[in-house]
């Protein structure tokens, strides 16, 4: 299998669904299976500036931290759960009027937390300098739509010099994608329309002041005050 590019991103981030659009469009593969080059890391993996991968481009994909709480508390998390930890056991942050997403047989998250590993990660991975000649940053709700979608990919091609291998871009076919097997027309319009369904006015206040308003501004979203869940 070739090694031709690095994806980095969050759980529930979409990286998945990206690695599945690069491969469907211009045939390329993500470096996979090796341990110290893992694509949820929230710094520098240790295998990062190694001579074999230092050169390679890298995709970085980000979702509005809003529906990503939602996705990440109340999607499915069997694939991460040796992770979970990232999002319950921070000790600064305990406050039990903050868990969400506790169902039956699956642990709840702290939005406390998930929010403090959300900060935590953009100021590792987005505004960087020193990678910027070899990395495409993507807007999840980007690929969603045709024409911003046409945009991401026009990108990826020119940055890296890749060749499309499609007649139009296309998108991977519905259940086609690991982890998103939950992904339907409602979290289509929900992603869009950035309205969150489960998280309360308490909440988004929380995540502003944790992961900061002008950061969320800064990654092209619009900061929520207020939800219908009060």
């Given at each position: 299998m070739a090694n031709d590019y690095l994806i980095y991103g969050l759980h529930r981030s979409g990286?998945?669904?990206?690695?599945?659009?690069?491969?469907?469009?211009?045939e390329k593969e993500r470096i996979v299976n090796v341990r110290d080059l893992w694509k949820h890391s929230l710094d520098d993996p240790a295998g990062f500036n190694k001579?074999?991968?230092n050169t390679k481009p890298i995709l970085i994909i980000y979702k509005n931290p809003y529906s990503w709480m939602e996705t990440l508390a109340f999607g499915p998390r069997d694939d991460f759960v040796g992770s979970t930890d990232w999002y319950t056991k921070m000790e600064e942050f305990q406050d039990p009027d903050f868990r969400i997403g506790e169902l039956p047989n699956r642990p709840w998250i702290n939005l406390q937390s998930a929010a403090a590993v959300y900060r935590y990660w953009v100021d590792n991975w987005m505004f960087r300098n020193n990678i910027v000649n070899r990395t495409v940053w993507v807007k999840y709700e980007d690929l969603l739509v045709p024409g911003t979608r046409k945009t991401v990919l026009d990108n990826i091609a020119r940055k890296f010099v890749w060749q499309q291998q499609t007649t139009v871009w296309q998108v991977p076919e519905f259940g086609t994608v690991p982890g998103d097997g939950h992904y339907n027309i409602f979290w289509d319009h929900y992603y869009i329309q950035q309205e969150p369904h489960h998280i309360t006015t308490k909440h988004v206040l929380e995540m502003n002041n944790i992961i900061d308003v002008e950061i969320i501004q800064n990654m092209g979203y619009e900061p929520i005050y207020e939800?219908?869940?009060s």
């Open positions: 990286t998945d669904y990206l690695e599945e659009t690069i491969r469907i469009n211009f001579a074999e991968y939800t219908p869940w």
